[in-house]
């Protein structure tokens, strides 16, 4: 039997976080609701939402959900679980995991946090700027056979040996803005 990646284009808008705050980078309006659909997840199952941000705020019903949890190292952006993104994840139960970190070392360079006032890098620092493969692989690793992670990049990352290569979905927000990928894998084994 042949298999095929399903393939998309979602054309998503800014969004304004819960009590006014700001963050370079954050999820996009119908992000979230779209990719729990493409890894799976209804809204109840919990979601590990790495380099999660300010996910907790995000302002749209089916994007955040009460059994979610954020890993981030940034401390003030109150994360569940404060660690670095390339070590391993806590284990679940996580019926899937999402991933939005920081696109390259340009944009850690340029990260904001809640305000351009604010923090001008990224605050973990260049040198903790995760790989893409890297964050998928800690996901499969973590996930049971079956479940699904999903990132948000520039770079569609490398499938591990052990997860197959299930979507690659383009994500446009507006005229004059980089495209990104968000692509999800599937645990084999």
């Known amino acids: ?43 109840d199952e919990p979601v590990l939402h790495v380099c999660g941000g300010l996910a907790k705020l995000y302002p749209y019903k089916g ?17 569940d679980f404060y660690q670095d993104a390339r070590l391993p994840y806590p284990p679940g139960p996580w019926a899937g995991i999402l991933m939005d970190p920081p696109y390259s070392v340009e944009d850690a360079q340029n990260y904001r946090l809640h305000s351009p006032e604010d923090a001008r890098h990224y605050v973990p620092g260049e040198e903790a700027y995760p790989s893409p493969s890297q ?7 973590v996930l049971p056979v079956g479940k699904k992670v999903g990132i948000i990049h520039y770079i569609l990352p490398k499938c591990p040996k052990n997860a197959k290569f299930v979507a ?3 994500v446009i ?14 645990k084999l084994q």
């Open 135 to 141: 964050l998928v692989q800690n996901a499969i690793d």
């Open 168 to 170: 690659c979905v383009g």
């Open 63 to 79: 994007g955040f959900g009460p059994n979610d949890k954020t890993l981030d190292m940034d401390a003030l952006v109150e994360p």
């Open 1 to 43: 039997m042949s298999y095929r990646p399903i393939t998309d284009m979602w054309f998503l808008a800014r969004t304004k976080y819960k009590g006014g705050k700001k963050r370079f980078g954050g999820y996009l309006g119908g992000f979230p609701e779209r990719a729990r659909v493409m890894i799976g997840v209804g809204i």
């Open 173 to 186: 927000c507006g005229f004059n803005n980089r495209i990104r990928v968000f692509s999800v894998f599937e």
